[in-house]
């Protein structure tokens, strides 16, 4: 393929943060790449991280501040998670229709990577530290940021977090429940959602959109939530 031609969304072969930029592009139809690299186990214990170290250095040439994932559309190359998450939102118009739209994208970004950030540190904890969290990450630190974006619904009173139509933080928010409803269900829990109907309705009516469905129902959302090492989601 040529990289002049078609849009690069690559990050490792996981679902992770690579999942709310493919399936951003799938919404947008897209015609894009998305390449993913791939963790291996070492004999004798350890992880083969090689598949992306042995091409970082010539994408460093190109942005010292690379890392996964990563955007390249034409000349521009684009790292840090949610910039590019804003990236390929203004390229997809999925900003919002005005700067009172924009703000709002904003913020939620900012408080659905807060739900991000506490999830990956559960789920890549040692497994016994994994055991002993996994109940309160539900009970409490899910609740408190379902509590937040619930009330956010509802103070707005649209559909998604910004608007009636999916805008950039969405995406996102709808991979981190799914992520976490998936935990609750491995681990016969409630699903946290059921105290939120904003919450709920959000994630029905994102999960029902066609393009989402088609996302969905693809090998990329079939990829595994976590990284090998993770005490979750690493199948």
Known sequence: WNMAEKLVVAYWAIRGLGAPLRMMCEYA??????????????????????????????LKERNALMNLPYVIDGDTVVTQSNACMMFLGRKFKLTGKSEAEL??????????????NAAVKLFYSPPEVFENDRDSFLSNT??????????????????YLASDEPTVPDFHFFEMIDQIEALAKKYNKDSPMKEFAAV?????????????????????????????MASFGAE
Not at 104 to 111: A, G, M, S, T
Request: glycine share 8%; net charge neutral.
């Open 103 to 116: 703000v709002k994208v904003e913020q939620c970004l900012c408080e659905v990577f807060d739900l991000r």
């Open 29 to 58: 139809g897209a015609d894009y790449e998305a390449v993913t690299y791939g963790v291996t186990a070492k004999e004798g214990g350890g992880w083969d991280v090689s598949s992306w170290f042995s091409v970082k250095p010539p």
């Open 142 to 159: 899910v609740a408190t940021s379902f509590g937040k974006l619930n009330g956010w619904l509802e103070q707005q009173g649209t559909v």
């Open 200 to 228: 709920t309705k959000f994630y029905e009516s994102f999960k029902n959109l066609p393009a989402i469905q088609k996302y969905l129902a693809s090998d990329l959302h079939k990829l595994p939530i976590n990284n090998k």
